[in-house]
Structures are given as structure tokens and as C-alpha cells.
């Protein structure tokens, strides 16, 4: 996100596209915490699964497996910058562009309702949770 005030229009244009969404580092805040299109866990799993990828504004590094998570499935990659749009893997569809004006156009021209693929992923995310919240209860007495 490169413009602060659209924000709120950018959030607005997601949750009106409805597709889960797995935000990078410096993105998490975007949707909120309690936002369910929001997803922190399972995201590998996630993308062997989908049917078509969006990267927006994220490059194919380390955080994707340098694209390896990817495979051979059908990904659109949107980038201001040339060198990571293309970064490690070609994109099926590579738009030069800024991610964030290009969402938020697309969110005036498309709506999605993918409400069994998201619950399916937020099921898993919430198990994920779960374990991670049992874990940390252990007692972890050393002897």
C-alpha cells in the first residue's frame, strides 16, 4: 500500500472481492484482526489447493518458496516494480501496476462470494490456532 488514505478504500475493495487473503509482514493490519477473509496460518497448504493465485505487490521470495509453493498453477502477479513482478517465476498474467489502485479498481468492476473455499481455510487456520494456543499451555518443566 503506497497511499495511506486509500486504506479504507483498499480494505473495502478485498472484502468486497471475498477471497482469502494471506498478508505479508508489514500488510497484517489491513483487515483487521478479526476480519475472516484474513488468514495467518496453513498458507502453503492454501496455495496447493487454489485454483488461481494473486500476488499483490509480493514477490516470489523466500516467503513463497522463491514460487515453489506455487507449482504450475495459474498465478496473476500485480507489481510496481518490473524486476519483482517476474521475480523467481513468471507470472501466468503479469500486470504492471500499483496493487493497491489495481484492486480497488477491480473490486468496482467484480464481486465474489467464495464463502465454502474460505470457511474451508479458516477451518483450518482456527485448528491451527488451536494447537498453537495448546502448546503454549504446556507445562514445560525442565529436569
Known amino acids: ?19 482469502p487473503v494471506y498478508l505479508s509482514g508489514m500488510g497484517r493490519g489491513l483487515l483487521g484482526k478479526e476480519n475472516n477473509l484474513q488468514l495467518r496460518h496453513k498458507r502453503k497448504e492454501a496455495i496447493k489447493e487454489a485454483n488461481l493465485i ?9 516467503r513463497l518458496d522463491y514460487g515453489n509453493h506455487i507449482g504450475h498453477r495459474p498465478f496473476v502477479s500485480i507489481n510496481r516494480s518490473k524486476e ?31 464463502y465454502d473455499w474460505n470457511k474451508k481455510l ?22
Open 122 to 143: 479458516r477451518d483450518k487456520d482456527n485448528e491451527r490456532e488451536k494447537n498453537i494456543d495448546e502448546q503454549a499451555a504446556k507445562n514445560m518443566d525442565r529436569y
Open 1 to 19: 500500500m503506497m497511499n495511506p488514505e486509500k486504506a479504507d478504500e483498499l480494505t473495502n475493495a478485498v472484502i468486497k472481492l471475498g477471497i
Open 54 to 62: 494473486i500476488l499483490a505487490g509480493v514477490p516470489n521470495d523466500f
Open 84 to 114: 519483482d513482478l517476474t521475480k523467481n517465476k513468471r507470472p501466468s498474467i503479469g500486470i504492471l501496476a500499483d496493487p493497491q489502485n489495481f484492486l480497488i479498481d477491480l473490486a468496482k468492476e467484480f464481486s465474489g462470494n467464495y
